[in-house]
C-alpha cells in the first residue's frame, strides 16, 4: 500500500519520533503488522498500517496478543459490574441477527469487549460509561461483521433496548462511507428487534430512550467538543444526533 518513498518518509519520522535506527523499526514494523494480522485487523486502512507512533502501536498489540493485560482489566471491570455479563447472555436470544451479507454478534465477555476495543481504537477500555449502561440495560454494545470475512472487527454498534441505535463506530472512531451498504441490514435488524420484545423490554426502552434526550440536553448546554480523529471540533451532541437510528417509535410504545 506504500511506495518506497513514502515507506522511506514514514520510517524518517518515526526515526525522528523515537529516537531509535531505521533497522530496529523495521523489524518493530514487522512484528507489529504481523500481529494485527492475527488479531484479523484491517491491513489495508492506513491507520492500522502506518500508525502514528508505531512503537507505542506495536507495544500496545504486544499487551492484546499476551492477554495478561486485558484479562487483569476484564477482572477489575467484572468485580465492580458483577452482572455486566449475565446481561450480555441474557440479550444474545434477542440481539443476534444476520442475513447473507451482514451478522450483529453479541459480545459474551467483558476480554471480548476489550479486545475489540483495542483493535479498532475505540474508547470503550478508557471509560466506564459503557459498563454502566450495559449493567443498567441503557443500551448494549454489539458488533457488525461482514459475513465473509466474520472473524474481523469492522462496526460497533450501541444499541437501547428498542432498537434505537445510538452509536456506530469503527476503526479510529470513525464511520466511513461502507457503512451506508448496511443501512438496510440494520433496519431489518431493528424491525426484528422489535418483534422479539417483551413488556419488560418495551419499558426499559421507553426509561433509555429517556435518559438518551436527558443526556442530550447536558451535552449541548456545556457545549462538549470531541478533541480528535476527523470530528474533532464538533459538537458531541450533533454528532451523536446525526449517529442516532430510530426504530421509527415502535419500540418505546408502552
Known amino acids: 500500500f506504500m511506495s518506497l518513498t513514502k515507506t522511506v518518509n514514514y520510517l524518517k519520522k518515526q526515526c525522528t519520533l523515537t529516537q531509535r535506527p531505521p533497522e530496529e523499526l523495521l523489524s518493530t514494523w514487522k512484528d507489529y503488522l504481523s500481529m494485527a494480522k492475527r488479531l484479523k485487523m484491517d491491513l489495508g486502512n492506513s491507520l492500522v498500517y ?5 512503537k507505542k502501536a506495536h507495544d500496545e498489540l504486544v499487551e ?37 451479507k451482514y451478522a ?14 483495542k483493535v479498532l481504537s475505540l474508547c470503550m477500555d478508557r471509560t466506564e460509561i459503557y459498563w454502566d449502561r450495559i449493567e443498567q440495560r441503557e443500551s448494549f454494545l454489539v458488533w457488525l461483521r461482514r459475513k465473509e470475512d466474520i472473524e474481523k472487527p469492522w ?11 445510538r452509536q456506530k463506530r469503527t476503526l479510529g472512531d470513525n464511520q466511513n462511507d461502507d457503512f451506508e451498504d448496511a443501512v ?27 435518559k438518551r434526550l ?41
Not at 502506518?50 to 508505531?54: A, E, G, Q, T
Not at 433496519?187 to 433509555?208: G, H, P
Not at 456545556?222 to 421509527?248: C, P, Q, Y
Open 214 to 254: 436527558i443526556e442530550m440536553q447536558k451535552l449541548r448546554e456545556d457545549g462538549n467538543r470531541i478533541h480528535r480523529g476527523k470530528l474533532a471540533g464538533k459538537l458531541l451532541a450533533d454528532v451523536l444526533e446525526a449517529d442516532f437510528m430510530e426504530t421509527g417509535g415502535i419500540a418505546n410504545v408502552g
Open 50 to 54: 502506518k500508525p502514528k507512533d508505531l
Open 184 to 210: 438496510k441490514f440494520i433496519k431489518k435488524w431493528q424491525k426484528e428487534i422489535v418483534r422479539r420484545m417483551t413488556k419488560e423490554d418495551r419499558l426499559l426502552a421507553e426509561q433509555s430512550e429517556g
Open 64 to 100: 492484546i496478543v499476551k492477554d495478561k493485560g486485558l484479562a487483569i482489566q476484564a477482572e477489575e471491570i467484572a468485580e465492580k459490574f458483577g452482572e455486566m455479563e449475565n446481561v450480555l447472555a441474557e440479550i444474545k436470544p434477542k440481539f443476534e441477527y444476520e442475513d447473507k
Open 155 to 165: 462496526y460497533v454498534i450501541e444499541v437501547q433496548p428498542g432498537g434505537n441505535v
Open 104 to 117: 450483529i454478534i453479541v459480545p459474551q465477555t467483558i476480554e471480548e469487549i476489550l479486545m475489540e476495543s
